[in-house]
């Protein structure tokens, strides 16, 4: 166990208790514990397997690369149509989860023996991804808008579509357009900071303002 984890299970207020005893699951796998994301993330040889998480109606272990397990028990969860690599087990109760620790076991000891032999997902093509119809309005509302968007490296570009796809509703794509527009046109990624570096970069403090 890392002891940088328990500052996370201390400021639970949900689904405390299922976690920790999940936590113990996984561990029993022999995966190494580290923080990722705010939350414990489990590793094989530096490389993400799993991770736990807790939500509002339930609580879940999510595999990395779950779209490559066999799914033998057809239980494992796309949390959005977007989402290309992840599957989550989902649980509601500790009962539930008793119930089925053989089962994650096996599952995760699967998703080791996929990491151990290098199988990667076929990610898709920024191409592929649907316009929603908002950012096509913004489009020709606005064509400078539209230029800067396209000058977006395909990466920076794949991740605003996902960003607004992921909006049920119309009015929340167009909000999040909106919150995005002055980083698209300042030629940022949606994780670049205002300090022109990406928050995943070991030199940028955090301290900044990122689009919502």
Request: charged share 25%; glycine share 6%; with cysteine.
């Amino acid at each position: 166990m890392n002891p940088k984890i328990n500052d996370f299970f201390e400021d639970l207020t949900k689904w405390k208790d299922e976690l920790m005893v999940l936590r113990t699951n996984v561990l029993d796998c022999l995966l190494h514990e580290e923080v990722k994301w705010g939350v414990p993330c489990f590793t094989h040889n530096g490389k993400n397997i799993v991770l736990i998480h807790g939500f509002k109606d339930y609580f879940a272990v999510l595999f990395m690369k779950g779209a490559l397990l066999l799914d033998s028990e057809n239980i494992l969860i796309q949390q959005t149509e977007n989402v290309q690599s992840g599957r989550q087990i989902r649980f509601t109760s500790m009962e539930e989860l008793v119930a089925n620790e053989a089962t994650v076991k096996a599952y995760i000891l699967e998703a080791i023996e996929v990491e151990k032999a290098g199988l990667k997902i076929e990610h898709k093509k920024k191409e592929e991804y649907t316009v929603p119809e908002e950012l096509t309005d913004k489009f020709k509302q606005v064509p400078s808008f539209k230029a800067a968007f396209e000058a977006l490296t395909p990466g920076r570009q794949k991740g605003y579509l996902l960003h607004f796809l992921g909006a049920k509703q119309s009015i929340t794509r167009i909000t999040r357009i909106e919150n995005c527009t002055s980083k698209i046109l300042q030629g940022k990624g949606l994780t670049d900071c205002t300090c022109g570096l990406s928050k995943r970069m070991p030199n940028c403090d955090g301290s900044h303002k990122y689009a919502q």
